[in-house]
Each structure stands twice: as structure tokens, then as C-alpha cells.
């Protein structure tokens, strides 16, 4: 079975897309932690994040793996260097480059092969995984989100710096030329603004099970 989980930054997707894999015994797949490490992988080699096929050719030469639900490069971790700001600069900019995102597309295709898996990302459900059994649109104020990421990285960023970043992501997600960020017409929406991640969550293993059941 393949669940499939869109929606904008800061909506809870990988908290509750690891929660679901957990509870079902899921394979976790995040999207975004590819380009991330993409990204970050090119940055630490001294490249230009802004030459799109420099950025490409790193990827080519990484050895990306998940492991655990957490991505790995060259078989070692590397989850918590991808949220740092020098990544998120550039992540979105490197991500709308359609030559890596059907590179990205290609290998969590692969991944998911013969597994349960649960995918999260912005375009996993219409472009990466448009026949999922299930797919999922989570959503939220922006300025709920920026609420989020500033609590979760407070360090030497302003709220409204956060906001503006998300607002400026979210402009740039909706209007790349391929995997633009939209809601499947068979999606489950789910405005994620005031529940609590357990209550997401509910929905969505309710929306599994009823799957399941038929």
C-alpha cells in the first residue's frame, strides 16, 4: 500500500508521516530530504547551489539511503544538518530544477517498490505517486506554520523573517514548471492549523483502515 502526503512547509507532514509508519509499520519516505540532501551535499563540497546542473551532477555522485526513516549520504545520517539556514536558502531554488526532481522522482519510486510505504512531500501525490491508495493534502495558515518552524529553530531568525521565508516557499513550490504544489482531486484535505498531531493523524489511519477494510 502507498500513502501519499502533499502540502506546504510547516503543515506536520514528516512528524505525522513518521508517526503513521510507525504505527502501521510503514516505510517512510521523505522527498524533501532528498533535494535537502542534495543541497547540502553540493554546499559542503564547496559548489554553487545556484547551478542547477552542478547541483545535479552532485546527486549523480551521492549515495543516498534511508535508513531508520532518516536519510542517509554515503551510508551515514545526516538528518539533522538539513534544516539548517544554509540549506533552506537554497533548497526550493534547487528543488524546482525538473532534471533532479525526475532524478528524485526515479529513485523514491524505486524505494517504494513492493513496500508499504508511507511518502510525504509537495508533489508526491499528483506527479511521484499520482495511483497511492491514499492521498493526503495537509494544510495551514501561513502564519501557523511560521509559528511552527520559529519554535522549532529559534536560533537567529525572527518570526516574521520565518514568515516571509514560508510565504516566499510557498510562491516558488506552487509555480515550479514541474511538480507545482496542488491538491490531488482525490486528496483527503486536511487543514492542520488547530489540531493537534495526534488528532491529524486519527484521520489519516481512519482513512487507512476504511482502505484497508474494503
Known sequence: MIVA???PAGVGKSSIAKMIAETCGFYYLNSGSFYRAYTYQHITQGGNPLDNEAVLETAKKTSLSVKDGQICIEGLPVEEK???PSVDAFVAKVSVFPPLRSYVNTQLREIAK???V???GRDVTTVVFP???LKCYFDAKPEVRAERRFKQHPEGQSYETVLNKIIERDEI???KAVGALKVAPDALYIDTSY???GQVCEKVLSAIFAHKAK
Open 5 to 7: 502526503i502533499d502540502g
Open 82 to 84: 538539513l534544516h539548517t
Open 114 to 116: 513492493g513496500l508499504d
Open 118 to 120: 508511507i511518502a510525504e
Open 131 to 133: 495511483d497511492a491508495d
Open 173 to 175: 513550490d506552487r509555480n
Open 195 to 197: 489540531l493537534t498531531i
